[in-house]
Each structure stands twice: as structure tokens, then as C-alpha cells.
């Protein structure tokens, strides 16, 4: 299993606005820490946003942040928001399955199975289990913000 580069991202955004919380920060400033690319942050935080994990504002003195305490941003309702869409397998979805096994196929029951726990994992972690005491994750961005002010001062 492989999480798509958006979930990362998504993960990546909420654990810096969640360690700058209460500041808001710029997408660019997401992106830029996060090493991605503006589009696909600004993607993600749009969805993020329209689900209710981020605040945004637009214009001079705008930006995102956090639209609830991170105790209650659940890492696996996050994941799913992100992957939920997209089957696990072919035979996870009755429109696209070609699959001639499927009567009598076992391994769908069991893929859900392993699914269900590694959902159920998640949803005992919290943003706050992420960045609480992460004093490492807080310097490295930090540092990115360090070298930004360099790059605008020069």
C-alpha cells in the first residue's frame, strides 16, 4: 500500500499549520517547506478546506490555519478523505471490475479485513500525537522559514 502524494501533502500541511498554530501561514510558504509544488498544495488545501480541517483567507494579511484544535483532526479520517475514493483493488469497484474470480474470490474479504485495520490504527492518532513534543519538526520548519527571510532580504 501507497499513500498518493496528496494525502502526503495533506498530512505535511496540517502538521505545520498545527505546529504555527495560531499564526496563519501562505500556501507558498506550505509548499515551500513541504518541498511541493504550489498547485498541488493549493489542491489540497482547497479540500481541506472544504471539509472543514483549515481556515482560509484571502488578500494582504490572509492565509491558512487551522479551523479546529488538532486533538480533533483524526490522522485516519484525513487518509480517507484523501484515498477513499480509489479502490484498493479492481474488485473493489463494481463499475470497473473485469475480474473473473470474483464469485468465488476470497481475497476481497480479506483486502477489506487488512483495510479495516489499518483505518482503525489511524483513527487512534491525532494531529496533536504529530507534532506534541516534535521539537525536531518544529525546527525544520523553522529553518525553512529561516532560509525564506534570507531569500527576501537579499
Do not use: W
Not at 37 to 56: D, I, P, R, Y
Not at 66 to 88: H, N, Q, T, W, Y
Request: net charge negative.
Amino acid at each position: 500500500m501507497r499513500l498518493t502524494l496528496r494525502t502526503n501533502l495533506a498530512m505535511r500541511t496540517l502538521m505545520h499549520c498545527a505546529v504555527r498554530f495560531p499564526e496563519s501561514l501562505r500556501t507558498a510558504d506550505v509548499a515551500r517547506a513541504c518541498n511541493a509544488s504550489f498547485h498541488h498544495v493549493a489542491q489540497v488545501v482547497n479540500k481541506l478546506e472544504s471539509e472543514g480541517f483549515l481556515n482560509t483567507a484571502r488578500g494582504r494579511g490572509g492565509g491558512i490555519s487551522l479551523a479546529m484544535a488538532s486533538d480533533d483532526i483524526s490522522v485516519g479520517k484525513v487518509v480517507r478523505l484523501f484515498e477513499g475514493d480509489m479502490p484498493f483493488a479492481e474488485c473493489m469497484n463494481a463499475d470497473r471490475n473485469t475480474c473473473p474470480l470474483t464469485s468465488a474470490c476470497r481475497l476481497k474479504g480479506m483486502l477489506c479485513e487488512a483495510l479495516g485495520a489499518f483505518y482503525g490504527a489511524l483513527d487512534r492518532f491525532t494531529l496533536t500525537d504529530l507534532i506534541a513534543g516534535n521539537t525536531d519538526l518544529a525546527r525544520i520548519f523553522d529553518e525553512g522559514e529561516a532560509e525564506n527571510d534570507d531569500c527576501v532580504s537579499a
